[in-house]
T-cell receptor, first 114, second 113 residues
């Protein structure tokens, strides 16, 4: 089955620790995205990547880092610099070459800071 | 950046048609209008996308007037399983062809039996 997987589904972190969220897709999509969602709110863009070895900051990149070494993978690291990291994190991917392509979302990772 | 405005919440009953209107006064010439559906603790799911006039698929219809400053998502004969948050998005193309989508708060649709 083609799709996007995120792991883990639930993640607990102590304050001051870095943690990495996994995102993998087998849709052969060039573009990948990371969003953050807080309770009752919409999604906010953290980082996005249009091609391997290239990525850009979204609206709330502070305290986060990413890498895009492979087309299939776009891991997100939540660093200790992120002051309020407890949230629902969603990864998405889309094809390139058309304007405003459909984004396919993973099931999400719920991060809780203890 | 194009911004959208939609009602925070709506209620409906099973079997009714639901229309959710979204305003996007600053839509750019090349922007498309896209609607997503999100259930609790899941990622959003694409419903429909259009540029002008009317688009219909097996799930919904999208009506876009000539000035493109608003759009209406129409869900025919809703069921309890259509209870979800619905997001209206206007594409914000960045350099290259990949769209950067701006998600607002969305409209929480509650379908009652």
């Amino acid at each position: 089955d083609g799709g996007i997987t995120q792991s883990p589904k639930y993640l607990f972190r102590k304050e001051g620790q870095n943690v990495t969220l996994s995102c993998e897709q087998n849709l052969n999509h060039d573009a990948m995205y990371w969003y953050r969602q807080d309770p009752g709110q919409g999604l906010r863009l953290i980082y996005y990547s249009q091609i391997v070895n290239d990525f850009q900051k979204g609206d709330i990149a502070e305290g986060y880092s990413v890498s895009r070494e492979k087309k299939e993978s776009f891991p997100l690291t939540v660093t200790s610099a992120q002051k309020n990291p407890t949230a629902f994190y969603l990864c998405a991917s889309s094809s390139s070459g058309t304007m405003n392509p459909e984004q396919f979302f993973g099931p999400g990772t719920r991060l809780t800071v203890l | 950046l194009a911004k959208t405005t939609q009602p925070i919440s709506m209620d409906s009953y099973e079997g009714q048609e639901v229309n959710i209107t979204c305003s996007h006064n600053n839509i750019a010439t090349n922007d498309y209008i896209t609607w997503y559906q999100q259930f609790p603790s899941q990622g959003p799911r694409f419903i429909i996308q259009g540029y002008k006039t009317k688009v219909t698929n097996e799930v919904a219809s999208l009506f876009i007037p000539a000035d493109r400053k608003s759009s209406t998502l129409s869900l025919p004969r809703v069921s309890l399983s259509d209870t979800a948050v619905y997001y209206c998005l206007v594409g914000d193309p960045i350099s290259g062809n990949t769209g950067k989508l701006i998600f607002g708060q969305g409209t929480t649709l509650q379908v009652k039996p």
